[in-house]
């Protein structure tokens, strides 16, 4: 395990928060990586990858980077720093955990960590055995994905689900909510490739995606009306003698309460609540009890809501409902991350029985009265003033006095800019690491490429070096990465972990393209597909396969949705897009406020307000608005983001982010006659943006 020489290619693996970790072919010269593209290592990377991490050396070497640690001079949000020795820096940082501790007790101290890296080691190793052993308040991870995955785990134990490559087989290709032109770009060609066989392509998404526009019918629904249209679909096959009984008899529990749950939906029904055509609702229930195989790839777009988990439930209950299952192509798609059934046994801690914090309302927790209060807030893999709701809250809690905050990343992100502490962490092409995907089926070794930039250090060393400075080490246990890996690597399942050592394509037992009821079952406990789990009904305030309405008002009537987009992966690589954001408006919308293309316009609700400038574009439906996530304060032009207007509420099921039931209304700013530069301007940061920029 030593870096390879300079001067050539090399081989590792991307570990970000995207489902298809790719195999990487980095080029070196002089020490510095210089070029990034596709390897083959990985069959579904097929030699190319996205656009955001080709520029991932922009991001090492670029002004953002943060090269040493550094104690914040001036009022928070200033970013400005003198730098100190890693010395210097952790002994303060196990200061503050000691003396909140002694004062306040160890549940005082918050570690806020989310994606930044999805990597084995560079979460849940070191930094979970030093916060376990310290006693620290747990964090309960919920911005992504919490919601689709409880819906997963209780009808189907997380069956492992089909892979990109078989879309290629499939005859009715439906995407819903999920865009994976920007997230996820190798599925793709494979389904382009069973379109040009002769599937037909349905998308369901409020926004004319890339994919959209190809499509045979696009449903443009209503924010989180998901659930009406699914159970629509249940009550055509249910009614018309179109569900396979068989299949629900010899497989299944609970097709009766689902049934009744869907009675009430008819496609007039559905279509009122989702804004959308009958004849659509019907032609898509039409197709899809028709083709076989069928694929479902259900994205994380439609969680975002209070109806999110009734949604990922209905939507994940149709292939078993309709039979869709046991053929090549067919069935659904959500993450495959639980595919190796792998159990961090490394981290060498248990769980403490400590207070739990909903990720989602970090903005109470440090603006509120809890008990204990939170003293130390401890960031990594994470920038929460950019990616949590709530976010005048989330800066407000940031801005006290009496919080020591502690920011570990790579770069001087907005939430950086208010710590105490910042530490430069390494990236991933400066340190081992394992990434697994969650799309296709696969398991790789991270490797360095380069020297850390500055005194950029791993995760794993850091946090075992607290753990040492405040007592909590036990000998024998590893303290830095290579120790780590090893560990993680010989706690992988029998066989993976060998091919991993040997650099060779690792495979779970059955294999990387399981076809679900014939290679794979559902890990419940009594192997059927639980298509009404008792426990999800108690769990949904109004019960499963139910709607909760609208949150609009008409002070408030436009639904905001913030998806991502190809340039960043959440807010990571955002530092690197010098655009300003726009507002994807309608043109029925903007017409009826008197907004044209380029307008300076104000975007507000009673948590917030964002000043940016208006793309107008029939690109999103009527009635709904459009602001990329994860931007930074730098991207408006008050340097609020789409998160100073989406609520801190949980979804239905998850306990989820509600992102995308923020209701705002849009104006034109005072003297909004002002147009945005030219799209030319795309890389020239105006002066609005420096004027933003000094807010902060
Ligand atoms: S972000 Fe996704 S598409 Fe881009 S290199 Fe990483 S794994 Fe590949």
Known sequence: MTKPPAGH???????????????????????????????????VTGGYICGKVRRFGERMYGSDRLL?????????????????????????????????????GAESVLPYCYGGSNGLLTQDTTDARLFRRFGASRLARTLCASTTGAANQALYGKMPSVTYADYAHAK?????????????????????????????????????????????????????????????????????????????????????????????????????????????????????????????????????????????????????????????????????????????????????????????????????SPDPPVKVLFVYNCNPLSTAPHQNLVRQGLERDDLTTIVFDQVISDTARYADIVLPAATFLEQYDLARAYGPISLQMVRPVVDAVGEARPNVDVFAELEQRLGLDRPGEPRDELEMMIRVIDGLPEGVGDAVRANAPAAPPFGTAPVQFVDVFPRTPDGRVHLFPEDLDREAP???????????????????????????????????????AALTIHPEDAHAREIGEGDTIRVFNDLGAVTCHAAVSPAVR???????????????????????????????????????????????????????????????????????????
């Open 9 to 43: 290619q090399v081989g590792t693996a991307c570990p970000l928060d995207c489902p298809d970790s790719c195999s990487l072919s980095v080029s070196l010269a002089g020490g510095r990586v210089v070029a990034l593209d596709g390897g083959h290592a990985n069959p």
């Open 172 to 368: 009715l290709v439906v995407i819903w909510g999920a865009n994976p032109s920007a997230s996820g770009i190798h599925l793709v060609p494979f389904v382009r490739e069973a379109q040009r066989a002769g599937a037909a392509l349905v998308v369901v998404d409020p926004r004319a995606t890339p994919l959209a526009r190809l499509a045979d019918l696009h449903l443009a629904l209503k924010p989180g009306t998901d659930v009406a249209v699914a159970l629509a679909l249940h009550r055509h096959l249910f009614e018309n003698g179109l569900a396979d009984e068989a299949f629900l008899e010899a497989h299944t529990t609970g097709a009766g309460a689902l049934r009744a749950r869907a009675r009430e939906w008819t496609f007039e029904h559905a279509a009122e609540v989702a804004g959308i055509e009958r004849a659509d609702i019907a032609r898509l229930a039409g197709m899809y009890a028709e083709a076989s195989p069928a694929v479902i790839r259900c994205g994380w777009g439609l969680e975002r809501n209070r109806n999110g988990g009734n949604a990922a439930a209905a939507i994940l209950a149709l292939p078993a409902v309709a039979g869709k299952f046991g053929v090549r192509g067919g069935g659904y798609t959500l993450s495959n991350s639980g595919s190796w059934s792998i159990t961090k046994t490394w981290i060498g801690a248990d769980e403490p029985p400590t207070r739990l914090v909903n990720m989602n309302h970090l903005g109470r927790m440090l603006t509120g």
């Open 542 to 580: 109004l019960g499963l396969y139910t709607y909760q309405p609208d949150p609009a008002t008409d002070r408030y009537p436009l639904a905001l949705i913030s998806p991502s987009n190809e340039k960043a992966i959440s807010s990571s690589l955002y530092e690197l897009v010098r655009k300003p």
């Open 622 to 696: 009527p009635g709904t608005v459009a602001l990329p996530k994860g931007l930074w304060s730098r991207h408006t032009l008050n340097g609020s983001t789409a998160n100073a207007l989406t609520p801190d509420t949980l979804t239905d099921i998850g306990a989820g982010a509600c992102f995308n039931d923020a209701r705002v209304q849009v104006e034109r700013a005072a003297g909004g006659a002002d147009r945005a530069p030219a799209a030319t301007g795309a890389e020239t940061r105006p002066a609005a943006l420096q004027a933003a920029k000094r807010i902060h």
């Open 68 to 104: 040493r640690p550094g104690f914040r001079i001036g009022p928070p949000g200033t970013g400005a720093f003198r730098w100190v020795s890693w010395e210097e820096a952790l002994t303060r940082v196990a200061d503050a955990m000691r003396e909140a501790r002694d004062r306040w």
